[in-house]
């Protein structure tokens, strides 16, 4: 027997004896029906902790559990084993020593190391001249810790040393992530080498695309049989779709499309329909070139050459790294680097912004006890739990301690080399917050922009309690439509997370500059002389926060005044301002050769940003508006015949489908109704009806139906009728608790409302001597961290406004051509100094090049 000090290197911990053969038997039968042989499909961790960044190579090793496969490091096995029972455990370890010497002091020869058999994700040099490394392997059965060392084939049950084997060489559950597997696990589709393309003339221009069924203008998707564009599924994200890619599918039976904005030399993302998966397509550039899109060419330029071949776009690389300065590596708690998984420094750059904002520290960080101790079975698929991982990694300082001082090296090589972890490998979160998306959980370079907003959805989606630290972003923006006809105008609002700037080319301060080198590059490449120095377009910000400000056309309007389409113009101005802005440059477009183009420009971006002057003012005197009257509905006749047949009765409306519309901000009434007219079809089809219906008088009206009472509340067809003794149907409530009110406010509300939640929200603020004269009820909260217990006072309404005047403290810069190649870097201003995060690579940063960012945080300055 071994004691649980001898495991963990406590002191007296070397007293263990070994077992007899029957001794291990009997000690492992109490445990033999929890101990499984891993199945085709179960994932094995055994590179990570669950909850934190502990590996084999940390100085406690890693559990991995014999039943779950799960690993765990020393400081939270116990919890694992608290919560399941589970208590046989594979303990793996690296130990890396320094090398024995030769008689000549050199190290001596070097031979097959047949001590390593732990395939990890490591950075050490495995053929180092200096230092060995052998892995370890054991049992540990908990509570009591004894310890079975492996292998141990004579003594252990068959079924054990089966379950041992597999573990040890099972592979890697991130295959999809690895940068060399990626592509090989994606299918041929059957339809790729005798794809019927149609004659019909159809060239794709390079940009301006749009639905060709509904108008809008991302998540479109190319049909390479008749070069349709059409828009794609929504996918509850940032990246928005009303299935008519799919519904011409199943009109024509073409199968094949690819995602417009995704095309590069390398390839691009290709779904089949018919297959219902990603798949390649060998043939693409052909099928491509049938529509007039150039693929192998989408990165070329004017003369042909490619990135790496061009002067200026190495200089960009060089300014924006701060390339040929000596910066100083910084270490310690908020100075800890992300690996890159390839081409995953989009993710990187956007988390070390997300997490150096205290509202995030606290609400992950701060909570990492709760939150822990009530995970569910499996944290990896928790993104509660993987975001406060993330986040104490990054913050602990637990990964980014400075190199061992000189004069302690040599009595440290004397016992056991224990290697410092400098900065963590975000496997596990990239893994889980980019399932199911098609672009994210590729290998290929993303849109930082675009993660960003797919990451403040997740957070939405996963609130802990009455805390989403996303709100901070969170922020409404009035926009005025006038027909130019009536010049009758129409006010809405609508939610954002980020302000995106148009790039004033026009207005470059150094326009005779550009024009002459321009000239002087155009004759180094005829004469092929060495390019010139780059010169780059210098725009004020102001003129792009003009070019913000200034009215656009609107396509395809429709005036209610005139009963017809008409011309229109937009302006859009801030209706509460957050208190956190994002504001994004427009960089990237694409020129007439389907080449994309990046405007490589230097924007004088202020430190200090005062934008009250966009602050919406509302209907103004002598303005008239346009009458409240929806545009008609063209709608074939067979859907007709299709929706009248699928009415169904009230209580039968899906529920599910009704809160996913609910969650998305939409009132619980209307989603209700656009349930019920859509037939039980989906939320995806039931959100094309709120579109079309929203600005309807009666959109937020309870559900009427001849035949059925008359109104019917959003609880009284499936709860019963709900009067005013009576409790208020469960998901209203939800809806209303997770704004931050307390559940007996929101009960009180709907009761004197009857349930009606708009009007609840009415009563609410209406009535605020209700919140000081209540005892409230501590709720726990229905989400993957369902027992935490919510301690926070109201928060009030999701839209936390103030001044408009705002600090620089972050900024994300892009290096290449596209946002699907290149790399990407964060600049963040701590204690005083800018900090440059480069993947791993933290430093001190003494030239920050704030005019050739991407993305700028801004944070407001209290008035």
């Known amino acids: 027997m071994q004691r649980r000090g001898a495991l963990f290197g406590m002191p007296g911990g070397s007293g263990s004896r070994k077992m007899a053969a029957g001794d291990i038997g009997e000690l492992l039968v109490p445990h033999m029906p929890t101990i499984r042989v891993p199945r085709s499909g179960d994932r094995v961790y055994k590179n990570e902790c669950a909850f934190s960044y502990d590996s084999p190579n940390s100085e406690g090793g890693l559990y991995v559990c014999m039943n779950t496969f799960l690993a765990f490091g020393r400081e939270h096995v116990e919890r694992h084993f608290r919560k399941t029972g589970q208590s046989v455990y594979m303990h793996l370890k690296r130990h890396v020593r320094e090398k024995v010497r030769g008689a000549s002091g050199g190290a001596l020869p070097k031979r097959r190391n047949s001590k390593i058999f732990l395939d990890l994700d490591t950075d050490d040099d495995l053929n180092s001249d200096d230092y060995e490394y052998e892995d370890e392997a054991k ?398 377009a210098k725009i004020p910000f102001s003129a792009c926060l003009q070019a913000f400000s200034e009215p656009e056309n609107v396509d395809d309007f429709w005036s209610s005044a005139l009963q017809a389409k008409s011309a229109g113009v937009k302006t859009s101005r801030f209706a509460s301002f957050p208190e956190y802005l994002v504001v994004q440059i427009k960089k990237f477009t694409f020129g007439l050769d389907w080449v994309p183009k990046k405007f490589d420009v230097s924007i004088d971006m202020p430190d200090l940003l005062d934008i009250n002057h966009l602050r919406a003012r509302g209907l103004q005197p002598g303005e008239e508006e346009l009458p409240d009257i929806s545009p008609p509905i063209v709608i074939p006749d067979d859907s007709k015949d299709r929706l009248m047949t699928q009415l169904i009765d009230p209580s039968d409306i899906d529920e599910s489908s009704v809160m996913q519309l609910a969650e998305m901000g939409f009132p619980l009434e209307a989603c209700r109704k656009a349930v019920y007219f859509t037939g039980n079809m989906g939320a995806e089809v039931a959100f094309n009806w709120i579109v079309v219906h929203m600005e309807e008088p009666d959109f937020a009206e309870p559900l009427t139906m001849p035949g059925y009472g008359g109104a019917a509340s959003a609880g009284a067809s499936v709860f019963g009728a709900t009067g005013l003794d009576n409790q208020p149907p469960e998901e209203t409530v939800a809806i209303i608790t997770s704004m931050g009110f307390h559940r007996n406010q929101a009960i009180q509300a709907l009761r004197a409302t009857n349930s009606n939640l708009e009007r609840a929200l009415d009563w609410i603020f209406s009535h605020p001597e209700f919140e000081e004269g209540s005892d409230f009820v501590i709720e726990m909260e229905n989400n993957a961290n369902a027992n935490i217990v919510s301690e926070a006072k109201p928060e009030g309404p999701r839209v936390k406004d103030g001044s408009g005047m705002y600090e620089l403290f972050a900024f994300i810069s892009h290096m290449g051509t596209s946002t699907m190649s290149g790399h990407y870097v964060c600049h963040i201003k701590k204690e005083g100094r800018w900090v440059i995060y480069n993947d791993h690579k933290v430093c001190a940063s003494e030239r920050p090049p704030k005019d050739l960012g991407y993305m700028y945080f801004y944070r407001r300055i209290p008035s």
């Open 139 to 536: 049992l540990v059965i908990f509570p009591d810790h004894y310890e079975i060392a492996l292998p141990n084939i004579e003594e252990l049950p068959a079924l054990v040393t089966i379950a041992c084997d597999a573990v040890l060489s099972s592979k890697s559950p991130y295959r999809k992530q690895d940068p060399d597997t990626w592509e090989n696990e994606l299918p041929v589709s059957k339809y790729a080498n005798n794809l019927t393309q149609l004659d019909n003339g159809v060239r794709i221009p390079p940009s301006g695309w749009k639905c060709a069924r509904c108008d809008l203008r991302e998540n479109l998707w190319l049909n390479l049989t008749d070069g349709s564009v059409l828009c794609g599924k929504w996918f509850f994200d940032s990246s928005g779709g009303n299935g008519h890619a799919l519904e011409h599918y199943r009109d024509t039976g073409y199968p094949l499309a690819v995602k417009l904005g995704t095309i590069t030399p390398d390839g691009a993302d290709v779904y089949s329909f018919q297959e219902e998966e990603a798949v390649l397509d060998p043939h693409l550039a052909k099928h491509l070139a049938h529509f007039g899109i150039d693929m192998l060419h989408m990165h070329g330029t004017e003369n042909g050459l490619q990135d790496n071949d061009i002067k200026p776009r190495v200089s960009e690389w060089e300014v924006i790294q701060e390339t040929g300065t000596k910066l100083k590596p910084m270490y310690g708690p908020g100075y800890t680097g992300l690996k890159n998984l390839g081409n995953s420094c989009y993710l990187s750059s956007v988390m070390q912004a997300i997490f150096s904002i205290p509202e995030f520290q606290r609400a992950y960080v701060g909570n990492l006890p709760r939150i822990f101790d009530y995970s569910p079975l499996d944290p990896t698929q928790d993104f509660n739990t993987q975001m406060t991982k993330l986040g104490h990694g990054l913050l602990s300082g637990q990964y980014s301690k400075p190199p061992v001082k000189s004069e302690l090296i040599e009595q440290v090589m004397k016992e056991e080399h224990k290697p410092q972890q400098n900065g963590i490998s975000p496997r596990m979160f990239k893994a889980f917050v980019s399932k199911s998306h098609p672009e994210f959980s590729s290998n290929r370079q993303q849109d930082a922009q675009e993660f960003f907003l797919h990451l403040v959805n997740l957070v939405e989606r996963n609130r802990i309690g009455s805390e989403n630290p996303s709100d901070v972003f969170r922020f409404l923006v009035e926009e005025r439509i006038q027909c130019c006809q009536t010049r009758k105008v129409r006010y809405t609002e609508r939610v954002d997370y980020l302000m995106q700037l148009p790039v004033a080319m026009e207005a470059a301060t150094n326009k005779d500059e550009l024009i002459a080198y321009e000239l002087t590059r155009r004759e180094a490449e005829s004469n092929r002389r060495p390019l010139p120095e780059l010169v780059r």
